[in-house]
């Protein structure tokens, strides 16, 4: 089964000094190109995506700005996909899908951010198409949240969210245990 890694916005504006920064993103970061380098040594596909926002006003990943480049830890090589992107869904208006297609890819293997936003929704997207998702849990993170008053803490914010995917739309496992599965 073909297998391509997709690193969902891991771009400068999450990161501190960012406009939007998240929680621990250096330790997703450096995750996720761990599990760059198995695919790069591996041969097998792997996709960027790099969200710019459509409002000139938005509070982060404004185009043009440092904060849509993505982050140097994973900075794609010459000949990497790179699919822009301008809604959490990084299947919704863009060419992601025909990508994977004409790759002949199965399987993805998902990392980034947000878990409760991009991440989800991208997943979610992911089953309908016919993939076969897996997602590493540890290469991606998230910010708390606030819902009727209430603040809900970033860890129970990822984790819930890990939960509901796991099983359901995909396989959440950590990064270590990727080698074994490809």
Same mark, same amino acid.
């Given at each position: 089964?073909?297998?391509?890694?997709?690193?969902?916005?891991?771009?400068?504006?999450? =990161? #501190?000094?960012?406009?939007?920064?998240?929680?621990?993103? @250096?330790?997703?970061? +450096?995750?996720?190109? !761990?599990? &760059?380098?198995?695919?790069?040594?591996?041969?097998?596909?792997?996709?960027?995506?790099?969200?710019?926002?459509?409002?000139?006003?938005?509070?982060?990943?404004?185009?043009?700005?440092?904060?849509?480049?993505?982050?140097?830890?994973?900075?794609?090589?010459?000949?990497?996909?790179?699919?822009?992107?301008? =809604? #959490?869904?990084?299947?919704?208006?863009?060419?992601?899908? @025909?990508?994977?297609? +004409?790759?002949?890819? !199965?399987? &993805?293997?998902?990392?980034?951010?947000?878990?409760?936003?991009?991440?989800?929704?991208?997943?979610?997207?992911?089953?309908?198409?016919?993939?076969?998702?897996?997602?590493?849990?540890?290469?991606?993170?998230?910010?708390?949240?606030?819902?009727?008053?209430?603040?809900?803490?970033?860890?129970?914010?990822?984790?819930?969210?890990?939960?509901?995917?796991?099983?359901?739309?995909?396989?959440?496992?950590?990064?270590?245990?990727?080698?074994?599965?490809?």
């Amino acid at each position: 089964m073909k297998t391509a890694l997709l690193l969902i916005d891991i771009q400068r504006d999450y =990161f #501190p000094g960012g406009r939007y920064p998240l929680y621990e993103p @250096e330790r997703c970061a +450096a995750r996720a190109a !761990q599990a &760059l380098t198995l695919f790069r040594e591996s041969g097998l596909p792997v996709v960027h995506v790099r969200h710019s926002s459509l409002d000139a006003g938005a509070p982060f990943f404004r185009p043009g700005t440092d904060g849509t480049q993505i982050h140097p830890l994973i900075q794609p090589l010459d000949g990497e996909t790179i699919i822009e992107k301008h =809604f #959490p869904d990084s299947f919704m208006q863009t060419t992601l899908h @025909e990508t994977l297609q +004409a790759l002949k890819v !199965q399987r &993805l293997v998902v990392c980034g951010m947000m878990s409760h936003m991009c991440v989800d929704t991208t997943v979610r997207a992911a089953r309908p198409l016919g993939y076969e998702v897996i997602v590493l849990g540890d290469a991606c993170t998230t910010t708390a949240l606030e819902w009727k008053g209430q603040r809900i803490g970033v860890q129970e914010v990822h984790g819930a969210f890990m939960a509901a995917l796991d099983g359901s739309f995909a396989s959440v496992i950590d990064t270590a245990a990727l080698a074994e599965t490809l």
